[in-house]
């Protein structure tokens, strides 16, 4: 029950198989080990309690996840597009720390006594080990990982992962060495969010080569696919719909015979992005994954052979199965309303979930699971008769109008049917007779025309007239974080910089 045993299990089992490629770079399983025991040693002796690390991807990742685990202090990734002063808050929650950080990021952080600053180059550098290898502590309840949610919803929260909540995971997902010898996956997504944890993690119990790329960009992803032969892959949804528009500017088929799954997550799929991948990438296995930091990643899948289903079936109920999120994977999910009530099938409310892998954990608010090990998404949505979950936003979100839950996702899904619109988020502002009114940021298509009084009648005809938006207003572009969320907080912010 703790992380490096996956470690362990993969040196053991597989340890000449290349574990991780980054650019030049190769390392098998067994240095891979190797590396991660010597930077054991590098925090144990420098006496700090945690190990911080502000880069990239690279192999100092998962030498750094390991290594954490094999010294018995938690794996804090921070993000590092957060301005100076918030990494420096977020360094000082840690302190002292053992600091990993990229070259381009040292500028960003604030010298301090406690801080243990070690560049990327000199962790990939330190000495193996002369001693016995550490024996990591046994106890499942350490923390093996505080992660800072995205922060999508206001400010990062430190979410902590215990040993057990990620082993209970990986071992109720992921079957040990499942992978054959030349079975490889790209890892896309940064190495501070939850998707790029479990990636590290799930991969090296499947003994699965992990290729890391920087940043993420089509070409660069479709190059590193096939000159790896890669055979799995993970994208947000952002990063599918540019991959998709990639090809299709460039009128080529993807070319990709080594690829077998690509596995989606972290937000959203527009149905027309997985529509036109599905078209794309005809003989590929694709996985909608739907989960949370607070959950040490996935909770629901949509696998495979629903996707297949859902493409070419007539019946409307199978074909609507692409915009669900799928069946609870190793965990009981409960819809419940306001009040706590247990709603029954196709009643929407919130999203709750229980399992050995969710932590619900806090570093400053504690546990918030509920007396029966239950804890809130804070998302929206329902299970269908056949116990498909269907999500509708996050509660968060709610327009609330005159006492009248308003979905922002129904209103969005509505205007984006008109040809002009390429993108738009629907958000609350403040109105004096009903207490909040809808506003939208819409963006148009390039060269494309209209009017906001056409859209306000696009979606008067399709929903009910409280849902039509009092406000539009066109932008060249929404803000995005790096997983593909729309940061719909910094829209309330901008319109309520515009009513001032
Ligand atoms: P914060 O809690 O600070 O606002 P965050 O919730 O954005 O940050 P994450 O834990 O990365 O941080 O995101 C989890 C959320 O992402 C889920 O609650 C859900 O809203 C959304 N999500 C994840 N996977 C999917 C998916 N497959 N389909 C739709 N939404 C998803």
Redo the contacts with the bound molecule.
């Keep these: 029950m703790n992380i490096s045993t996956i470690l362990d299990m993969a040196a053991e089992a597989h340890g000449e198989r290349i574990g991780v490629v980054h650019g030049d770079m190769r390392m098998d399983y067994a240095a891979v080990r190797e590396r991660a025991q010597a930077a054991a040693r590098a925090i144990e002796a420098s006496g700090a309690r945690y190990l911080a690390m502000l880069d990239v991807s690279s192999p100092a990742v998962p030498i750094a996840i390991f290594g954490a685990a094999y010294a018995g202090v938690p794996y804090v990734p921070l993000n590092y597009r957060l301005t100076k002063p918030e990494i420096n808050e977020l360094l000082a929650r840690v302190a002292p720390a053992y600091v990993v950080v990229g070259e381009a990021y040292r500028g960003s952080i604030e010298p301090r006594d406690d801080l243990r600053l070690v560049s990327r180059a000199e962790f990939l550098a330190l000495p193996p080990a002369a001693d016995a290898p550490l024996q990591p502590d046994e106890d499942p309840r350490a923390i093996a990982v505080q992660l800072f ?9 430190a ?1 902590i992962l215990r040993h057990e909540n990620l082993m209970s995971y990986i071992m109720g997902t992921v079957e040990f060495a499942s992978a054959d010898a030349t079975d490889a996956i790209v890892v896309t997504v940064p190495p501070y ?2 998707a790029g944890i479990s990636a590290v993690l799930s991969s090296t119990w499947a003994c699965r080569r992990i290729v890391l790329l920087e940043n993420f960009e089509p070409r660069a992803w479709l190059d590193a696919m096939r000159s790896e032969s890669v055979s799995n892959a993970f994208l947000v949804p952002t990063m599918l719909q540019r991959v998709v528009e990639y090809l299709d500017a460039l009128g080529e088929s993807p070319k990709l015979p080594a690829l077998r799954a690509l596995a ?6 527009p149905l027309s992005t997985i529509t036109r991948a599905m078209a794309l990438f005809p003989d590929v296995d694709f996985t ?7 959950t040490s990643s996935t909770i629901a899948v949509l696998g495979p052979e629903d996707h297949r289903a859902a493409a070419v079936s007539d019946d409307p109920k199978i074909r609507r199965r692409l915009g669900s ?1 799928g069946k609870p994977a190793a965990v009981e999910i409960q819809i419940r309303d306001e009040s706590g009530k247990v709603l029954g099938a196709e009643e929407a409310g919130l999203v709750f979930v229980r399992g050995p892998q969710v932590s619900g954990e806090y570093e400053s608010l504690g546990s918030q699971l509920d007396a029966d090990g239950w804890f809130c ?3 929206r949505g329902y299970l269908d008769a056949d116990g498909y979950l269907y ?1 509708d936003g ?1 509660a968060d979100d709610v327009i609330v109008r005159g006492g009248e839950n308003i979905s922002p996702g129904e209103i969005e899904d509505v205007l984006l049917t008109h040809p002009a619109v390429a993108d738009c988020a629907c958000v609350a502002i403040p109105d004096e007779q009903w207490g909040e009114a809808v506003a939208a940021a819409v963006v148009l298509k390039p060269d494309a025309r209209v009017e906001p009084a056409e859209l306000q009648d696009l979606v008067k005809a399709r929903l009910r007239s409280s849902r039509v938006p009092q406000t539009i207003v066109f932008k060249d572009s929404l803000p995005y ?1 790096e ?1 593909g ?1 729309v940061l719909r907080r910094v829209i309330r912010q901008e319109f309520a910089q515009c009513s001032r």
């Design positions: 949610t995205s922060g999508t919803t206001g400010k990062p929260k979410a969010h939850i989606y997550g972290g937000g959203k799929m909608n994954a739907y989960g949370l930091t607070e999120v998404t804070r998302d999500l996050r974080n997983t969320k």
